[in-house]
């Protein structure tokens, strides 16, 4: 089909379920430090134990294309290496990279790893990209990396890249985190083209691949077959240095401190002006009498949101928790049966990998009873125009935006905008799964 490069999933060679030993027959040695160019489909004879990269190898060369693959491996360590494991070697979850002749091009060892006892963190962060004819620099990172900052958010901010590589084996978890959801919000907020490559297997949740723009995807969501699906597409090279939403975010954040801050709303076209003294969600709405709806609380991929329903046809909420406060605007086309509630969360999430969320979501719940809000919807009906936003203390927002069926939307705007980052849209495709600024405050990890 005339691609230029091929990416193939995390652990799609090796599959599941190893222990340290069990694995170990099937590692290829790879030297991470190799500084000579190797072509292991022509040189086969120069390292033992690289039959799965001679394979790649010669796969790259004779289709022409670069290519992407992600394997074990293994790398001997001496006792003299104070981080040397017991058995006397290192053994990695690593990508590899080759170009259109078969050469090594680029090894990246995966550095947060998602309970994979049969791998190591290797002792430092490996920063690794390559160059393609076709479109410049491509980064590489793995899976679960994609949600700290290093190495991949230092990667792309060192080396500016602007196409990225990215083997996963992702489990799918709702509203905020399943795999296309999260990925095109990760392409949206650093202005870069990612090829992401899932895993099929639905039985363990995982599925979701794509080919992301900042504004334009091409994916494959489907947890019913078991057919995968290879996409491929034509997509534009970004090469402009059009300073990316992250930048605009931390010019914005220098004046972070105004003790009022004032926000023009473009759907009611008014000016609201929050004091940061002003905590309290039951502000009293327009006409001075009726109170806003209570907050209740509920677990939401495993953290305690704050929530505030969001009844009736159109209306205007706030919900705080810690330094977060949460706003929204919202009308609906036609009033469904369907209870969605606007959830604030801020603090340190610790299930399944700690990592600190500042998080404002307008959702859809799994019923019509408060305690359903922040179980996992995949339809729904709701078309919803709304402005959603928050006072984060981060420049790093992921914009998220799921609609029925897990397919993807695209905000009308967002961005920074006296202190408090947005997102608005005048009616989703579909019916509205999850509306979502889901910030990583890296430095409270």
């Known amino acids: 089909q005339g691609a230029q490069i091929i990416v193939f999933p995390e652990d799609g060679i090796h599959g599941f379920n190893f222990t340290r030993s069990s694995i170990y027959p099937y590692l290829d040695f790879v030297l991470h430090s190799h500084s000579g160019k190797w072509n292991p489909c022509r040189e086969p004879y120069l390292f033992n134990d690289t039959e799965v990269m001679q394979r790649l190898s010669c796969m790259a060369l004779k289709n022409k294309i670069f290519l992407v693959a992600n394997l074990g491996t293994k790398q001997p360590c001496e006792h003299t290496d104070p981080q040397c494991p017991p058995d006397g070697r290192y053994q990695f979850n690593t990508n590899v990279a080759f170009d259109d002749d078969g050469t090594l091009v680029a090894t990246y060892r995966k550095h947060n790893l998602y309970f994979e006892y049969a791998f190591d963190t290797p002792p430092e962060p490996d920063y690794k990209h390559f160059d393609t004819p076709f479109a410049g620099k491509f980064g590489m990172f793995t899976c679960f990396d ?17 196409q990225i590589v990215y083997p996963t084996a992702w489990m799918n978890q709702l509203p905020l985190l399943s795999a296309v959801e999260f990925q095109q919000a990760f392409a949206t907020a650093f202005n870069v083209n990612i090829l992401a490559a899932n895993i099929h297997h639905p039985t363990l949740g995982m599925t979701g691949s794509g080919i992301y723009t900042p504004v334009k995807s091409f994916i494959y969501h489907n947890m019913e077959s078991y057919g995968g699906k290879l996409i491929v597409a034509e997509i534009p090279v970004i090469t402009t240095d059009h300073e990316t ?16 801050r004032t926000f023009t709303s473009t759907l009611l076209d008014d000016q609201v002006c929050f004091n940061e ?22 677990e939401m991929m495993y953290d305690n949101f704050t929530f505030v329903p969001v009844w009736g046809e159109k209306g205007e909420l706030q919900v705080c928790a810690n330094t977060l406060c949460c706003y929204l605007n919202y009308r609906r086309a036609v009033l469904t049966d369907e209870l969605y509630a606007l959830g604030v969360f801020d603090g340190l999430h610790t299930v399944h990998g700690t990592y600190y969320v500042q998080a404002c979501a307008l959702v859809k719940c799994g019923g019509l009873s408060f305690s359903s809000c922040g179980h996992e919807v995949t339809d729904a009906t709701a078309l919803i125009d709304f402005q959603l936003w ?15 069926g897990i397919t993807l939307d695209f905000a009308d705007h967002m961005g920074w905008k006296n202190n408090h980052y947005f997102m608005s849209k005048n009616r989703t495709t579909s019916g509205l799964l999850t509306a979502a600024l889901y910030g990583r405050w890296y430095e409270k990890d």
């Open 390 to 404: 928050g006072n984060m203390s981060t420049p790093y927002i992921f914009p998220l935006l799921l609609t029925s």
């Open 277 to 298: 003294q002003e905590q309290a969600p039951g502000r009293v709405s327009e006409k001075g009498n009726e109170q806003l709806p209570p907050p209740f609380y509920a």
């Open 146 to 162: 994609i949600l700290f900052f290093e190495p991949a958010v230092n990667l792309i901010r060192q080396y500016n890249l602007k």
């Open 245 to 260: 939403n992250l930048e605009s975010n931390e010019r914005f954040r220098e004046n972070l401190h105004d003790s009022c």
